[in-house]
């Protein structure tokens, strides 16, 4: 699959549209094979009201403004014209040569090519497979094949660029892999991940999934839909870190890192207001532990606790 960097929430296709705006602002004709990748009004409506694989990636790394512009296109019902972006379409076109490469180099079978799945436990998750093994490992896998042009970031070396991208879709691979496992009614442990940047040959790359970080997600997705639904930006979504094992871990003196001045401050202020903070705590506890299960929302005294249908609650304060 293509590299989502230009298009987060966007899983092979571009929005319906024969026409956009040239660069001196005339409308240009967009020519038929370029339409011909859109995708349907149904699968619009359906993206509209899922949370797809390449979106959990944008959920998962936290980035406001990102997360902001994914709740506007679901509220709003619009998605991305990428009908002539080059990356895109590099990706469209080279996804099944690079999963064929992948099958051949690997030694693997890999099925259920363009397998849409539902959630069935929970009804916003959905996904578009670009591949799945049924025989791995002695479980199965989950298999998704991207496209990079394999630019570094500000600050990062040549060999950074495919480990950051390894991490980047780690949560696609989860979120594919756990509705994979639905479907099949069996684990998926693996998520197989095959990388094509620019002209290289593809690397190939495995990761074990980790229930825990799935769930994780779902919260994610879950928090994330339910703001929706109230109608408030999600700006309390946190960014989720890949969990690493612990036996990968090791304690870190913050006050010999680059971000010593930061911690400072914030341990500072921490410590100047944590009984306030846990003050704050309990007494949000204990209000959304008044709030009558028959309520869509409750209110008096100042504020307002709004209900979301997964019974998600949020408290507001009310400004007369």
């Given at each position: 699959m293509?590299?989502?960097w230009l298009?987060?929430?966007v899983?092979r296709?571009?929005?319906?549209?024969?026409h956009k705006?040239?660069d001196?602002?005339?409308v240009?004709?967009?020519p038929?094979?370029?339409?011909?990748?859109?995708?349907?009004?149904k699968s619009l409506?359906?993206?509209?009201?899922t949370i797809?694989g390449s979106?959990?990636?944008t959920?998962a790394a936290?980035?406001?403004?990102?997360?902001?512009?994914?709740?506007?296109?679901?509220v709003a019902?619009?998605?991305?014209d990428?009908s002539t972006?080059?990356?895109v379409l590099?990706?469209?076109v080279t996804?099944?040569?690079?999963?064929e490469w992948?099958q051949?180099k690997q030694?693997i079978?890999?099925?259920?090519?363009?397998?849409?799945?539902?959630?069935?436990?929970?009804d916003?998750?959905?996904?578009?497979?670009?591949?799945?093994v049924?025989?791995?490992?002695?479980?199965?896998?989950?298999?998704?094949a991207?496209?990079?042009?394999?630019r570094?970031m500000k600050g990062e070396?040549?060999?950074d660029?495919?480990?950051?991208?390894v991490?980047?879709y780690?949560?696609?691979?989860?979120?594919?892999?756990f509705?994979l496992s639905e479907a099949?009614g069996?684990p998926v442990?693996y998520?197989?991940?095959?990388?094509?940047k620019?002209g290289?040959?593809?690397?190939?790359?495995?990761?074990?999934?980790d229930p825990?970080?799935?769930?994780h997600?779902i919260g994610?997705?879950?928090y994330?839909?339910?703001?929706i639904?109230m109608?408030?930006?999600?700006?309390?979504?946190?960014?989720?870190e890949?969990i690493l094992p612990p036996?990968?871990?090791l304690?870190?003196?913050m006050?010999?890192s680059?971000?010593?001045?930061?911690?400072?401050?914030l341990?500072?202020?921490?410590?100047q207001?944590a009984?306030?903070a846990?003050?704050?705590?309990?007494a949000?506890?204990g209000?959304?532990?008044l709030?009558p299960?028959h309520a869509s929302?409750?209110?008096?005294?100042?504020?307002?606790?709004k209900?979301?249908?997964?019974?998600?609650?949020k408290i507001?304060?009310i400004?007369?």
């Amino acid at each position: 699959m293509l590299d989502q960097w230009l298009c987060p929430n966007v899983k092979r296709g571009m929005t319906i549209g024969d026409h956009k705006k040239g660069d001196e602002g005339e409308v240009q004709e967009i020519p038929a094979f370029f339409r011909s990748f859109s995708l349907s009004q149904k699968s619009l409506d359906e993206r509209r009201r899922t949370i797809g694989g390449s979106e959990i990636n944008t959920l998962a790394a936290g980035d406001p403004k990102e997360i902001n512009d994914l709740y506007e296109r679901k509220v709003a019902g619009t998605d991305l014209d990428l009908s002539t972006v080059w990356p895109v379409l590099m990706g469209y076109v080279t996804e099944e040569v690079n999963t064929e490469w992948c099958q051949y180099k690997q030694g693997i079978e890999i099925i259920d090519r363009q397998r849409v799945i539902n959630g069935k436990k929970h009804d916003f998750m959905r996904c578009t497979l670009d591949g799945a093994v049924h025989n791995y490992k002695d479980s199965a896998a989950v298999f998704d094949a991207k496209f990079t042009m394999g630019r570094p970031m500000k600050g990062e070396e040549w060999s950074d660029v495919i480990p950051r991208l390894v991490r980047k879709y780690t949560p696609q691979l989860h979120w594919n892999g756990f509705l994979l496992s639905e479907a099949l009614g069996r684990p998926v442990e693996y998520g197989l991940l095959s990388i094509l940047k620019g002209g290289n040959e593809p690397t190939f790359h495995e990761v074990k999934l980790d229930p825990e970080y799935t769930k994780h997600l779902i919260g994610l997705a879950t928090y994330f839909m339910g703001c929706i639904e109230m109608g408030v930006y999600p700006d309390e979504v946190e960014r989720q870190e890949i969990i690493l094992p612990p036996e990968d871990r090791l304690p870190v003196d913050m006050t010999q890192s680059n971000n010593d001045a930061r911690w400072e401050q914030l341990a500072n202020t921490f410590i100047q207001t944590a009984g306030a903070a846990e003050t704050y705590k309990k007494a949000e506890a204990g209000i959304k532990k008044l709030v009558p299960p028959h309520a869509s929302e409750a209110f008096g005294h100042g504020i307002r606790v709004k209900v979301a249908k997964n019974n998600a609650k949020k408290i507001e304060v009310i400004n007369e």
